[in-house]
């Protein structure tokens, strides 16, 4: 099992503490003269196994070595010297000055804390409770081998390790439970990260594939019309070249004309690799050049309804907008055989509305297989991976309407 982050750090901070407290302890010894030979004794010896655990706990290379056990080793020596040490002052009765009590080096349950805590962090369930059941009986097989006749103290002894016993279990089940919790939300927490990852990735190739069939489009309806019709012109000039030469030299004009204008439009479609326009103009700006530009190289009559600006906009509705403002306009100009349009755009109520509308031939749109049909389905799944809604009413003969829909 892999360590909890920061775990280590922690229990060699209690290390440091826990070796503070022998210092100290000692220290009180000597101000109040009770520093026999057994009370130094017992200070070197708890100050040498705090020292112990501190540098078994500063060993890396024993940590890589033990793997899974070099924390179960820190935690018994953690909480197994603690118990024997507890036991050593009562047996050496170390007392203070006028008194009949032995001296008490620390609250044993409060140290014990700090293991049990880290054990239930790391460890399952079934561990914590071997640790406070082990604790309990080696620290009743300690009392009853250091039993001293005394009935009262024996028993009273024997009730405060059953209440620790109890009380640590409860602790324990709680933290262990918090701690599986917390793993569990963090394994889902990267589960979603993992599928967010691989659907981040899906989107990027599919709105690539999206870009390469939109420029095969592109590409057809301007360079391969325009390579077809002036291959055609030019069979056309050299049959007639010497029976009609006025004729041959009118229709390679022609041709010329066709050539500059598919030029023209093959150098459009390869600008719009090149960068975004949403880059330089912003939203409201990039469709008002979008729209500019199909009426310059159309007979469509376009009425645009568009600000000048559109602000605090988030980066995946600003392209959305235009993604679909930049597709409806081309089914416009190469399917709807319409030659009046209208586009506006308007932000009201925190929402923004784009609205395309043609009198075109139009198109049945309850018959109309979305699947197949790439151009209506980007643009839905473009609406949907915003939180928008679109909208297409059409009906033959009837011209078509598209409105877009999203939060700003």
């Known amino acids: 099992m892999k360590h909890e982050p920061d775990i280590l750090s922690i229990f060699r901070l209690f290390a440091v503490l826990w070796l503070a407290l ?3 302890a000692g220290l009180v010894l000597l101000i109040v003269e009770a520093f026999s030979r057994e009370a130094m004794i017992f200070c070197l010896a708890s100050v040498g196994n705090a020292l112990l655990l501190l540098g078994y706990l500063s060993w890396p290379r024993l940590a890589r070595r033990l793997g899974r056990a070099y924390l179960g080793i820190g935690i018994v020596i953690a909480s197994v010297v603690p118990i024997i040490a507890n036991h050593l002052v009562q047996l050496l009765q170390i007392h203070l000055p006028g008194t009949e009590t032995p001296f008490d080096m620390w609250p044993l349950a409060a140290i014990l804390f700090v ?3 880290i054990l239930a962090w790391q460890h399952p369930l079934r561990d914590v409770i071997v640790f406070c059941l ?3 009986l080696l620290d ?3 009392l009853i081998l250091a039993a001293r006749g005394d009935e009262l103290y024996f028993f009273s002894q024997i009730h405060g390790i059953l209440g620790r016993t109890i009380s640590f279990s409860l602790v324990g089940y709680m933290v262990a439970r918090i701690t599986n919790l917390q793993r569990q939300q ?3 927490l990267t589960d979603a990260n993992t599928r967010l990852v691989h ?3 899906t989107l990027e190739q599919l709105t690539i594939t999206r870009e390469r069939n939109r420029l095969a489009r592109e590409l057809h309806d301007t360079l391969a019309h325009t390579l077809s019709a002036v291959a055609v ?3 056309a000039v050299s049959a007639l070249w010497d029976v009609d030469s006025a004729q041959a030299r009118t229709m390679l004009a022609q041709s010329l004309t066709v050539t500059r204008t598919g030029l023209a439009e093959t150098r459009r479609a390869l600008q719009s690799l090149r960068s975004s326009p949403l880059e330089d103009l912003g939203l409201a700006l990039a469709i ?6 199909v009426t310059a190289r159309t007979n469509l009559t376009l009425d645009m309804h568009i600000p000048g600006r559109v602000d605090d906009l988030a980066p995946g509705v600003e392209q959305c907008f235009y993604r679909v403002a930049q597709e409806a306009l081309a089914n416009v100009v190469h399917h709807a055989q319409a030659r009046n349009a209208e586009i506006s755009l308007l932000k009201k109520d925190g929402h923004l509305v784009l609205n395309i509308s043609d009198d075109g031939c139009g198109f049945d749109a309850a018959t109309v297989d979305a699947e197949r049909c790439l151009g209506i389905r980007g643009m839905q799944e473009r609406a949907e991976m915003v939180g928008g809604s679109l909208e297409i009413d059409s009906a033959s003969g009837q011209g078509t309407r598209v409105r877009l829909i999203a939060k700003a």
């Open 22 to 24: 022998f210092l100290l």
């Open 115 to 117: 293991p049990l805590v």
């Open 134 to 136: 082990g604790t309990a």
């Open 140 to 142: 009743m097989i300690l």
């Open 186 to 188: 963090r394994q889902s």
């Open 199 to 201: 659907y981040a990735e």
């Open 233 to 235: 012109e030019l069979e």
């Open 288 to 293: 008002r050049q979008e729209a500019e530009s």
